[in-house]
């Protein structure tokens, strides 16, 4: 079926028939440093029709502390218990479900959102610091190590040689070393440009070891997974809002959500109405659209 588009004639019943809005994050509510015309107050509109708001991000390089203090900067209400990274999947995954051993190491390929996150659930984290400068003679200087149990990789906008390299070689001569990454974007948004995203850094590894991470991050399963135990959701109650049909729609699709596909990020109307392209249930060309037509009831 066809997507609907948003209209006057029809908001007020989508949004009634739904409990829990998951909202994707950059090219939904902000692009770049921007927040989105209309969109805190369409949230606080959601809100007050006792709505549950809760932002999934594959974004691994902040924390969720740091999510929320952009959110109110942004002039949106959020709280920690509403945020849900990649990040905090990937630990939640290491720690509850892989059972990690703490007295190894995760070697992290990323930025400091995701060692954060790991480290506040006692998961020591190592590779920050390997920027320097490698040639082939080296090399040598580059050995797995027996204490390091995973490696984790998500954007990182320091990225090197050396780190790919200590990754390799942990990965390659060590089968029980797990391979996590926190998201597979091809793509990252940015001011004026699309820019190399965190998948296009783990397609280096995936090639040189021949070895196929777990991704934690939109739209594979583990993160609706981990959501939807935190916080109780009725799938069917439940509507995933986003802006890309790769990720975000086709995330709330395998979880049996409903979507909305808005179109202040990547996707455009045409990609939403292409017939091979994932069916978002429902279109509009901005979140803002509907506090513009939908009717507080009393």
């Not at 999934?56 to 999510?67: A, G, I, K, M, Q």
């Not at 703490?102 to 998961?123: D, F, M, Q, S």
């Not at 060590?174 to 998201?183: R, S």
């Not at 948004?189 to 995936?206: A, E, F, I, Q, R």
Request: negative net charge; proline residues 5%; charged residues 20%.
């Amino acid at each position: 079926m066809a997507p609907t588009k948003l209209s006057i004639h029809n908001a007020n019943a989508f949004v009634d028939q739904f409990d829990t809005f998951l909202f994707d994050c950059d090219g939904v509510l902000w692009r770049g440093p921007t927040v989105i015309d209309g969109v805190p107050e369409t949230l606080a509109m959601l809100r007050s029709l006792g709505k549950r708001l809760i932002f999934v991000t594959n974004n691994s390089s902040t924390s969720r502390s740091d999510y929320v203090h952009k959110l109110t900067r942004l002039g949106i209400q959020a709280s920690v218990d509403e945020i849900f990274s990649s990040a905090y999947a990937t630990a939640v995954y290491l720690h509850d479900v892989a059972k990690f051993d703490t007295a190894k190491k995760a070697y992290v390929i990323g930025g400091n959102g995701l060692r954060h996150e790991l480290e506040a659930v006692g998961i020591t984290t190592c590779g920050k610091s390997d920027t320097q400068n490698i040639s082939p003679a080296t090399l040598d200087e580059i050995e797995p190590s027996a204490d390091i149990g995973a490696v984790v990789c998500g954007i990182d906008y320091d990225i090197s040689y050396r780190k790919l390299a200590t990754a390799h070689v942990n990965l390659a001569n060590n089968p029980d070393c797990l391979f996590i990454a926190t998201n597979d974007d091809r793509t990252l948004p940015g001011g004026k440009h699309m820019y190399p995203g965190s998948g296009s850094l783990l397609s280096v590894l995936t090639h040189s070891t021949q070895r196929t991470p777990l991704v934690m991050g939109k739209p594979n399963p583990t993160m609706l997974e981990c959501v939807i135990q935190k916080c109780a959701l009725d799938p069917p109650r439940t509507c995933m809002v986003g802006d890309r049909l790769d990720t975000d729609i086709l995330f709330g699709i395998s979880g049996g959500l409903s979507t909305l596909c808005v179109l202040t990020g990547v996707a455009s109307e045409a990609d939403i109405l292409a017939p091979n392209a994932p069916q978002a249930s429902f279109y509009t060309t901005s979140l803002s659209d509907l506090a513009k037509v939908t009717c507080k009831k009393d």
